[in-house]
């Protein structure tokens, strides 16, 4: 029965080619595609990798005709860079923190904030906001954010003001570079910009929303910012400087320059860094090939390819025009503004990983600054809602995965604090950086 | 008698001298630490908004990038949690009873506190005036619902009296 009808479907499909693609059975078909995609990545059946569902998701929508085959190798082909860009930051990450770069990061902070929460909040925005932009947000988050709290409570600090700043500066602070989060990746390639163009009209924007944030919380968390405690295990031995993670990476971003300067694809030089580090770290016997691989996160990589096919698939198929009529027209501020809100708000909704994918299409045309406006609401929004985003959120209501849970009211009330700020400020910057860059 | 000396980071220093100053020779203390579960959710909520990266939820111990940070705040709570004990055992100086709960802090305090002859508890609110803004809610909480005496104090001297503001007009003769 099954395969009848998608046969049915994909001869509808190459029978009225071009536009006439929008049949109502390859929409509807492409979108519950996508639901089952996004449904499994929240629930995560059996503990199996997104990709599981993902994949083949992805090869249903070519075999069926919802995505033509020229369009869907359109995506892989855009897509394939900016896949091998994320495995190369990744793999520099791991072995970062192979080379005891966050360990050192900690003994940084504390001999820096000597117990002072105040100084120890500056140290973990400025840390934050630096590992974020260069290392990718997975690399704040799982690596930086237990080190943060480790530092905290070794020297008498209420960890919750400096945790919660890692978790915001993940998403804010990962503005600037087209490797700081997995969403400028995908805007970058679709964007038409040069590395150094990017962070050149980024820089603004990523200053002034880590900015808003440090205020917010410098507010928000007076009082546990006021609880000083004797500050009598602060000062440990000075750390081991990484030097060489440290020089891998400089280097690896001064090669980025020079590659935009040059026009190779930077993926190349970010590849070139992930080399070195793993070699070194394979010579010296601290790796094996399988851990390199496994830094790599394939699952991840496989499930990003995927889901970029089956989101093409669902845009090809109606949603362009659905979403065009929602997009704001125009580059001033308003239709910037506008912008980042629409995208905040979807990726709130769903995740804002399907939420870039989705509007990216919608939003290239209208010039390399609307992706830009559209990636500040992408990248700042999901600090509004618990786990990222509502989907998520409602999902671990359901099977109560954490009997005791975070303090919904205080996470919301820090949120729309600091997301409607900082979104707002990061957006007249970037209006202010397009007008003088 | 037993004495309670609820301890939280940045502020147990007051409770404990607190304890040394009016606790009863005779009495049994008892130092108390909650490790409240929203620090390590807040990572927990952080690592499940990245999607897609294949976190296997049960399967641990996981590496790489699957290690939910949550998890290593929680095991990092534990150990820091007995450290602060231990710091506070020795400013005490004397015999006593450590006890470390997890859960909601005002809620475990109150329980803790049944049957005690004194709770003591430092102010964790804003402590640059007198008055009621110097108790946070969990504090409130708890000077409210003890079921024992409380002893509250200031963790470090209190603000002068001139913090506190005029009468206002309509009350004044």
């Keep these: 029965m099954a395969s009848g009808l998608f046969s049915w479907a994909g001869n509808s499909v190459i029978t009225s080619e071009g536009l006439a693609l929008n049949t109502p059975l390859a929409a509807a078909l492409s979108a519950a595609l996508l639901v089952a995609v996004l449904a499994w990545a929240v629930v995560r059946p059996f503990g199996w990798p997104e990709a599981v569902m993902a994949v083949p998701a992805a090869g249903i929508a070519v075999a069926t005709g919802a995505l033509s085959l020229g369009h869907a190798r359109a995506e892989a082909e855009r897509l394939g860079p900016v896949v091998g860009f994320l495995a190369a930051v990744l793999v520099i990450a791991h072995f970062c923190d192979v080379e005891g770069l966050f360990q050192a990061c900690g003994a940084w902070m504390a001999r820096w904030a000597a117990g002072r929460p105040v100084r120890l909040l500056s140290a973990v925005f400025a840390l934050a906001s630096a590992i974020t932009a260069v290392l990718s947000l997975d690399a704040t988050i799982v690596l930086l954010t237990p080190v943060v709290f480790a530092t905290a409570a070794r020297t008498g600090v209420r960890p919750k003001p400096h945790v919660y700043a890692c978790t915001h500066l993940s998403n804010t602070a990962s503005l600037l570079l087209p490797v700081s989060n997995l969403t400028n990746l995908l805007a970058f390639a679709a964007s038409g910009l040069s590395f150094t163009r990017f962070a050149a009209l980024m820089a603004l924007p990523w200053l002034a929303a880590i900015g808003v944030e440090y205020l917010v919380f410098r507010r928000f968390f007076a009082r546990d910012l006021a609880a000083a405690a004797p500050a009598d295990r602060a000062a440990g031995a000075p750390p081991r400087l990484p030097l060489f993670a440290l020089v891998t990476v400089g280097c690896t971003l001064a090669g980025f320059v020079v590659a935009s300067l040059f026009g190779v694809e930077p993926a190349w030089v970010a590849a070139g860094g992930a080399l070195v580090l793993a070699g070194r770290a394979l010579a010296r016997r601290r790796a094996t090939p399988l851990t390199v691989l496994r830094a790599a996160s394939p699952a991840f990589l496989a499930f990003v390819l995927a889901l970029g096919v089956v989101v093409r698939a669902v845009v090809d198929n109606g949603l362009a025009d659905v979403l065009g009529h929602v997009m704001p027209d125009g580059t001033g501020l308003a239709a910037l503004l506008a912008t980042a809100a629409l995208a905040a708000l979807l990726a709130n909704l769903i995740n804002n990983l399907p939420a870039v994918l989705v509007l990216l299409p919608l939003a290239a045309p209208a010039g390399p600054g609307v992706v830009l406006a559209v990636l500040l609401g992408v990248n700042i929004g999901p600090n509004l809602t618990y786990a990222g985003s509502l989907a998520t959120l409602l999902w671990r209501r359901i099977v109560h995965q954490h009997e005791h849970d975070v303090n919904l009211g205080e996470f919301t009330r820090l949120g729309l604090l600091a997301v409607p700020s900082s979104l707002a400020v990061a957006v007249v910057a970037l209006w202010g950086s397009l007008l003088v860059l | ?173």
């Design chain 2, 1 to 173: 008698m037993r004495v309670i000396a609820w301890l939280v980071e940045g502020t147990w220093p007051a409770c404990v001298d607190a304890v040394r100053a009016h606790a009863p020779e005779a009495a049994e203390v008892v130092l108390l630490h909650v490790s409240g579960p929203e620090v390590p959710a807040v990572a927990h909520g952080a690592f499940d908004g990245l999607l897609g990266r294949g976190h296997r939820p049960g399967h641990r111990p996981a590496e790489g990038w699957e290690r939910d940070p949550g998890d290593r705040l929680e095991a990092l709570g534990d150990t820091s949690a007995s450290a602060l004990l231990d710091a506070a055992a020795r400013r005490l100086g004397r015999p006593c009873v450590r006890e470390e709960r997890s859960g909601r802090a005002e809620r475990e305090v109150v329980a803790a506190a049944e049957g005690a002859g004194l709770l003591v508890l430092a102010r964790d609110g804003d402590r640059s005036r007198l008055g009621p803004k110097s108790l946070g809610p969990a504090v409130r909480f708890a000077v409210d619902h003890a079921p024992c005496p409380v002893l509250l104090v200031w963790p470090e001297p209190a603000p002068g009296l001139t913090t506190i503001p005029p009468p206002p007009p309509h009350h004044q003769p």
